[in-house]
């Protein structure tokens, strides 16, 4: 199994900056891929950010582009998703979870930290 901890949200001004840490601890070394992903009340999770764990390849969700920096620190099992210039349509409870395949579902989930934009 692999275990994920998210950390770093919490209440930030439209504008501003937040970068989010998800530790992975236990069998890391099955990890292919860490995907961000959040959830506002009321709607659907969404798809937010992934990087393959030994490449370091990058995904971003369109609207995320340009905003969002994904990363990874492997030495640290460490995967970080820097939030530049929130809206308040940010806020949201952000998930970060793990896939063990290429193409394979995400299967290993964190508990979430809140995201607040204040407008």
């Known amino acids: 199994q692999v275990q994920l901890a998210e950390s770093g949200g919490g209440l930030v001004q439209t504008g501003g900056s937040l970068r989010l840490s998800c530790a992975a601890s236990g069998r890391t070394f099955t990890v292919s891929r860490v995907g961000w992903f959040r959830q506002a009340p009321g709607k659907e999770r969404e798809f937010v950010a992934a990087?393959?764990?030994?490449?370091?390849?990058?995904y971003y969700a369109d609207s995320m582009k340009g905003r969002f920096t994904i990363s990874r620190d492997n030495a640290k099992n460490t995967v970080y998703l820097q939030m530049n210039k929130v809206k308040p349509e940010d806020t949201a409870v952000y998930y970060c979870?793990?896939?063990?395949?290429?193409?394979?579902?995400?299967?290993?989930w964190g508990q979430g930290t809140q995201v607040t934009v204040s407008s």
């Open positions: 990087i393959t764990w030994s490449g370091g390849t990058t």
């Open positions: 979870a793990v896939a063990r395949t290429p193409i394979g579902k995400y299967d290993y």
